[in-house]
């Protein structure tokens, strides 16, 4: 009876552990763990991973700038007539009323209000002059998309854009992806769809058709930037294996930065016009407005932190594994036993850390006479303490220094120099620079 019980919890156990690995593959892509305890030989000791932030939608955490800073309609009030009837005018905006003023915040509001909350500019009154807008979304932090761009256009969409990335604070920009009604004729490039990208020419920039043709723009509003179809070309159609992707990601740094960015920038060139000619009797059907922007990714912290703050206007990753900087991207002082570099996504699904280190028995860093333990910290000879064993304790005199928060520098013999300086250039390892020297 009782053995007939144990059998059956075994079976229910079994089952249990195969239904939670067969859900595994979902869990992939989380790393949602910096660091777990375990017991080892030693005791209690600390395990550590690869993590990453969830991803969230970004576009709560941005700066929006305008191009030129006077293009929102409304100063003065205007009124526009809608693009396929001329004679339906009932647009009406005005800056200095609430109800009637369309600016730049409402791109990012909350969307399903009725009637719709959108941004919109002035009309094209200077054609033929072009009507050139450039929204530029900011972050002052990098971060990874995960998910596709999508605009939603409240006008009709436009029938030449062109959306640009920076991945260096909005000093340098890159085109992103052409959007044209004629892709040729606009940019002198072929049409291309998303579809027609592989693995090998994942990185190319595009122009494609598919989201500017103006007729049916009352049911078709949305412009997107495919970031799933090109994860897809990795992890399948339906995401189903992220490892294979996960794995591309960390040995292809070109693929890594292709889906990371600082800044985004909208180009609007032309507003849809809904037919070859403009009417030049009425342009007040032509402008752009823009009703919703979606931006899904999460925070670049090179897998040393699972959470990233917002904080005085300013994302940050909250850095684990020793390192810091707004992108982990650095060692904490004193952690440069081993020279930073990024975690890894690589062992699925844990990844690797690849910590910085105090110390470790290549590169001895424990200073007079310190001994280095499990390759993280100095067991100091007790008339020296500090990480790495740098400042001599109070009690044995010579502490009469302010602390001034540094660690004190002590001398250290020439040949014990020489060698760590031998050392260090050899293992061409020293990224992180050394603090202690
Ligand atoms: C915006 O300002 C510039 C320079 O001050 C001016 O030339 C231009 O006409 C203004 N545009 C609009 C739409 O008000
Ligand atoms: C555009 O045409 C409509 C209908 O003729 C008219 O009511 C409206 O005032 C026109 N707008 C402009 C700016 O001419
Ligand atoms: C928009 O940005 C581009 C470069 O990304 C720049 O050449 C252009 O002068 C900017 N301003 C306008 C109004 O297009
Ligand atoms: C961007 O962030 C840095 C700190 O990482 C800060 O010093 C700088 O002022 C910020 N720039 C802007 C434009 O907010
Ligand atoms: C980081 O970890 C990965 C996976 O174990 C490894 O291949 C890579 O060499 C490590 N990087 C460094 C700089 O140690
Ligand atoms: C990998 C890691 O986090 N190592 C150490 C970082 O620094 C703290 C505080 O000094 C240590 O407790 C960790 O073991």
């Not at 009782?2 to 239904?19: E, H, I, P, V």
């Not at 070309?233 to 591309?248: C, E, T, V």
């Not at 699904?349 to 280095?372: F, H, M, W, Y």
């Not at 993280?376 to 502490?399: D, F, H, I, Q, T």
Request: charged share 20%; glycine share 6%; net charge negative.
């Amino acid at each position: 009876m009782r053995f007939d019980l144990a059998l059956t919890l075994q079976a229910l156990w079994t089952g249990l552990c195969q239904a939670a690995m067969q859900h595994y593959p979902a869990a992939w892509g989380h790393y949602d763990v910096c660091k777990s305890q375990v017991y080892s030989d030693e005791g209690l000791t600390w395990d550590y991973m690869a993590c990453q932030p969830e991803a969230a939608d970004m576009t709560q955490y941005l700066k929006v700038t305008l191009d030129p800073p006077n293009i929102t309609c409304g100063d003065p009030p205007e009124t526009y007539c809608a693009l396929e009837n001329p004679y339906m005018c009932n647009n009406e905006c005005d800056a200095s009323t609430e109800e009637l003023a369309h600016p730049p915040e409402l791109m990012f509001d909350i969307e399903g209000r009725n009637p719709t909350t959108f941004w919109q500019s002035t009309s094209w009154k200077k054609y033929p002059k072009a009507l050139l807008v450039n929204i530029t979304l900011s972050w002052n932090k990098t971060i990874e998309l995960t998910d596709d761009i999508v605009l939603t256009f409240e006008s009709g969409r436009p029938e030449q854009m062109v959306l640009e990335k920076s991945l260096d604070y909005g000093r340098t920009w890159q085109p992103y992806q052409f959007y044209a009604t004629d892709c040729l004729d606009a940019f002198t490039m072929e049409p291309k769809t998303v579809q027609d990208l592989t693995q090998h020419t994942l990185l190319d920039i595009i122009c494609t058709e598919d989201y500017s043709r103006g007729y049916v723009w009352k049911y078709d509003k949305t412009v997107r930037f495919e970031i799933k179809d090109r994860f897809a070309l990795f992890a399948g159609p339906r995401l189903h294996n992220m490892a294979s992707l996960y794995g591309q990601l960390d040995t292809t740094k070109n693929l890594r930065d292709f889906f990371t960015i600082t800044d985004l920038r909208i180009r609007l060139l032309r507003p849809a016009t809904g037919a070859t000619t403009v009417d030049e009797n009425n342009l007040s059907r032509y402008f752009y407005a823009i009703s919703d922007i979606k931006v899904q990714g999460r925070c670049k912290c090179n897998l040393h932190a699972n959470s990233c703050v917002y904080d005085k206007e300013k994302l940050s990753c909250e850095c684990e594994h020793n390192t810091t900087g707004p992108d982990c991207g650095r060692c904490k002082r004193n952690y440069q036993g081993r020279a930073w570099s990024a975690g890894s996504y690589l062992p699925i699904p844990k990844g690797t850390a690849n910590i910085s280190r105090v110390c470790d028995n290549e590169l001895l860093r424990c200073q007079n006479g310190g001994v280095c333990i499990n390759n993280v910290r100095c067991n100091c000879p007790s008339a020296y303490m500090g990480l790495l064993c740098e400042k001599p304790r109070c009690e044995l005199g010579g502490c009469g220094l302010p602390d001034s928060g540094q660690p004190t520098l002590m001398p250290l013999s020439f040949l014990r120099l020489l060698l760590l300086l031998l050392g260090s250039v050899m293992l061409r390892e020293a990224s992180c620079g050394p603090a202690v020297l």
